[in-house]
């Protein structure tokens, strides 16, 4: 670097105070040392003194342009950091004092309390209870490398995680680093306040109280003034409530609009799903002071949440225990394991009593499952995960018999006094197509035909025979579709499947084979490819019972304000006034009921009630039985109950079905005024 200031060297034998002065031919020094101190070239003798090249001197090393061109690049960059000082304090000042005091004073956002779920008898289904949660806010934890894993490692004994997986979640929520998330639930109390206390030197880690549902699927406690009904068993109702849980980042982002928070629990299945946005309130807010480790050192302001809504249920948890009841006395001593049953108020739509086989403790998850009870779960062979009621899609068998004779009377290709002869099954070309009875019914009418199941006269008006024309396919599908099958029913309930009817088009089109009179003949008695839930046979069988009005089942009753107490009901929808003329299903009716009194349910006949119905056996596997149907109603003048059961491989529906259809009958037939 050159030197630009410098000092002569002093020469002892110059004296000081002796001035010399010569002429200086040319005042002015050209050269190598032109611009040094003039004075350094006189000296006290009158003599020119040459500057010696390697002496220091005191002088400017540099052009007058160079120190311009640093003068001006200075005043830039000064003129630069005065602007940039007054954009900050001035224009940006607002903004970083927000943020400042944003490090101080934060708003705290709390969840609301969850909505309680009664039956229709106003017995609570499930109750908040308290527990203890640790958190982490990601902005309070320190951003350099070593301070940041130092205070992750004490995190991570805090809570027994370790500091990488700790990192993934916080990586998994990166875009919420300013909201806190849950790192452990379910913590006790004791341990939660052995954490409090360790925890207030450790940056970002919060302990905090909240509510968790706790599922009442049984009860043996008295639960209201009416004692009758303080002792409930009711299992499968967990599969119908659902269960609630922490949010997951994927659901945090598809409920965006929703205004979700990392902290938040959600309804994952069941009514807890359906109606979360009731549930869930409006959330809590308070505005507290922190320290430097964003601990709450003060609360200046809250405003209190609003808590979620009541529901009731249509579902009464006394029918719901003789429903289970029933399935479990005719299941315990046999083979079958998986079975479902519905019981619906024709007149409405609405769901009494909902029980599957086998049952889900949702506790399970609402307090938060482990990976090996969960893989016990989805490997066992009898999947209890299923909701089979109505996400299940089984062969219908027999029991769509009565929405083929509506087709055929309302189309008019057959009257009540419409017979076939039934002499144990119909020769096409080389296939045979039997009936269940060997050598047949004997002359049929369509009364006949439902009460003993005949298949020969559901062939035929299906399918035709000789010169008799039938309905056809894509007849037939029409009016099955318009008593609601292949769509879903519209249930309250998340995760229903439509089930599913074959076509002519769909065979060609999907197993590229010829559409074959068999198959219309399959059709008719509800085999082949025919798939429907077992709600959808319950809700057709209300559609018949009430002479032609297809609803939306709907399992909640009403909505009740926890504040207010007020209570807002849910109205029943109607999907069809009219599905079939009246008088068609009288002669349906009539037929059902014949099968109580002189057919395939003749069990079901020393009822109290009179009760009608139609039996099914649906032939799905060549290695495996077959799956066993009832469904029915009662009482049968004025029907205000329908029951529909299906047993897995359960064989024949008159045998395994119809028993426990029996068994609820007779409590029903007890415990009302019908």
């Known amino acids: 670097m050159k ?34 101190w003039v ?53 940006q000042g607002g903004h970083f004092r927000l943020l400042a005091e944003n490090n101080r004073i934060r708003t ?19 109750r908040n209870i308290p527990t203890f949660t640790a958190y982490l806010l990601p902005q309070d934890i320190p951003t350099e490398n ?72 049984v009860n043996e406690g008295a639960t209201s003034s009416t004692s009758e009904r303080q002792h409930y ?13 922490k949010i997951t980042k994927e659901e945090l982002d598809l409920a965006s609009d929703k205004e979700y928070l990392p902290i938040d629990r959600i309804g994952k299945t069941g009514i807890e799903k ?35 809504k009541n529901i009731k249920l249509n579902i009464r948890v006394d029918y719901q225990t003789a429903l289970e009841d029933a399935l479990d006395a005719q299941l315990k001593n046999s083979t079958h394991h998986r079975a479902s049953a519905i019981v619906m108020n024709p007149q409405t739509g609405a769901i009494l009593a909902l029980a599957t086989r086998p049952v889900l403790d949702t506790n399970l998850f609402a307090k938060g499952i482990s990976n090996d009870e969960y893989q016990q779960l989805l490997n066992d062979p009898d999947q209890p995960l299923f909701n089979r009621a109505w996400s299940g899609a089984f062969p219908s068998g027999s029991v769509i018999k009565p929405l083929i004779a509506s087709a055929a009377l309302t ?15 119909l020769q096409v070309g080389k296939w045979f197509f039997p009936d269940w009875k060997a050598g047949g019914h004997g002359v049929t009418n369509v009364i006949k035909a439902l009460a003993e199941s005949v298949n020969t006269f559901f062939f035929i008006v299906g399918g035709g025979y000789h010169q008799f024309k039938g309905l056809g396919p894509e007849t037939i599908v029409m009016y099955l579709k318009k008593f609601g099958l292949a769509n879903t029913t519209g249930i309250d309930l998340p995760g229903e499947v439509p089930g599913f009817l074959p076509t002519p088009e769909w065979k060609e089109d999907v197993k590229k084979e010829q559409w074959y009179i068999g198959d219309t003949y399959n059709l008719s008695i509800g085999q082949g490819d025919v798939l429907v839930t077992p709600l959808q046979v319950a809700l057709y069988t209300a559609t018949v019972a009430n002479s032609g009005t297809l609803y939306a089942p709907h399992v909640v009753k009403s909505t009740i304000d926890p504040k207010t107490k007020k209570e ?69 003048e004025n029907p205000r109950i329908v029951i529909t059961v299906l047993v897995e491989e359960g064989g024949e529906g008159s045998g395994v079905s119809v028993p426990i259809a029996k068994r609820f009958l007779t409590w029903y037939a007890k415990h009302t005024n019908e």
């Open 39 to 91: 004075e350094d070239s006189i000296t006290t003798a009158g003599k020119i003194n040459a500057p010696k090249p390697l002496g220091e001197f005191l002088g400017i090393g540099g052009s007058l342009k160079t120190l311009w061109v640093g003068g001006c690049i200075l005043t830039i960059l000064l003129v630069t950091l005065f602007l940039r000082a007054a954009y900050l304090q001035i224009i």
């Open 568 to 636: 807002t009901p849910i109205k029943p929808r109607v999907v069809e006034h009219a599905v079939v003329p009246a008088d068609v299903l009288a002669l349906v009716r009539a037929g059902m009921r014949s099968a109580v009194t002189d057919g395939s349910a003749r069990v079901l006949n020393d009822l109290p009630i009179p009760v009608a119905g139609k039996t099914g056996t649906a032939q799905w596997s060549k290695n495996k039985a077959n799956h066993a149907w009832f469904t029915g109603f009662a009482p049968y």
């Open 108 to 126: 705290k956002l709390l969840s609301a309390e969850r909505g309680i779920i009664y039956d229709a008898t106003d017995v609570p289904l499930v």
């Open 146 to 217: 070593h301070a940041r894993t130092k205070t992750l490692r004490a995190i991570g004994e805090l809570v027994e995680i370790s500091p990488e997986n700790l990192q993934k979640k916080m990586d998994e929520f990166k875009s919420y680093r300013f909201q806190t998330f849950a790192i452990k639930d379910n913590i006790d109390y004791d341990t939660a306040l052995r954490l409090v206390l360790l925890s207030k030197q450790i940056p970002g880690v919060s302990i905090e109280s909240e509510l968790k549902r706790q599922y009442l699927l």
């Open 233 to 245: 068993a009711a299992p499968s109702l967990g599969m119908v409530l659902g269960y609630e849980g």
């Open 274 to 308: 359906s109606y979360e946005n009731l549930l869930r309130g409006v959330r809590a807010k308070k505005k507290i002071e922190v320290d430097a480790l964003g601990k709450t050192k003060n609360l200046i302001a809250e405003e209190p949440g609003v808590p979620g």
């Open 3 to 36: 030197r630009i200031f410098s000092f002569k060297r002093h020469q002892p034998n110059d004296d000081p105070f002796l001035i010399r002065i010569d002429s200086i031919k040319d005042k002015s020094v050209e050269g190598f040392f032109k611009k040094q």
């Open 411 to 425: 189309e008019k290709i057959i009257t009540r006094n419409t017979t076939f002869l039934s002499v144990g099954g």
